[in-house]
């Protein structure tokens, strides 16, 4: 059984449309809606299906398969390789404290205070204390 995926991309969003091809799949893994072993368009299929090139699929599947979210077999197709969501969630959620991380470096350099940063993270969670 081959995945439907009800991916909609936003050419007018900043995130480049690989990145949304990833997300889409990464959060529908995660969530259950595309079960382990189940089988993913090719990379032709769902870029005619997505209106995009090839490349940009192959991007999408190369990167979430370094992740571990996908396998390829050779002349049977990419599929889902999910055999820890919580082991998945919490790699990811790593990647992103370090790109946090990398890009508050960034900010001090620049010469932003730990304070105006902290501010800026409490106004985002809601604290109304800020």
């Known amino acids: 059984m081959i995945a439907i995926l009800k991916i909609v991309l936003n050419a007018a969003s900043d995130k480049p ?11 529908a893994v995660l969530s259950g809606d595309i079960p382990d072993k189940t ?3 090719s990379v032709r299929q769902l ?3 997505l209106h995009v090139s090839a490349i940009t699929t192959k991007r999408a599947y190369s990167d ?3 992740e571990g979210l996908i396998f390829t077999s050779p002349g ?3 599929f889902i390789n999910a055999p820890d969501a919580q082991a998945l969630t919490r790699k990811f959620r790593q990647k992103k404290l370090e790109e ?19 501010n800026e993270i ?6 109304p204390t800020v």
Not at 122 to 127: A, Q, R, V
Request: charged share 30%.
């Open 17 to 27: 449309m690989y990145e949304q091809i990833k997300s889409y799949i990464r959060e």
């Open 76 to 78: 049977k197709g990419t």
């Open 100 to 118: 946090f991380a990398e890009y508050a470096q960034r900010l001090l350099d620049e010469g932003f205070s730990k304070g105006e940063l902290y």
């Open 47 to 49: 870029a005619a299906e």
């Open 64 to 66: 979430l398969e370094q």
């Open 39 to 41: 089988m993913l368009p």
């Open 122 to 127: 409490n106004k985002l969670s809601g604290d």
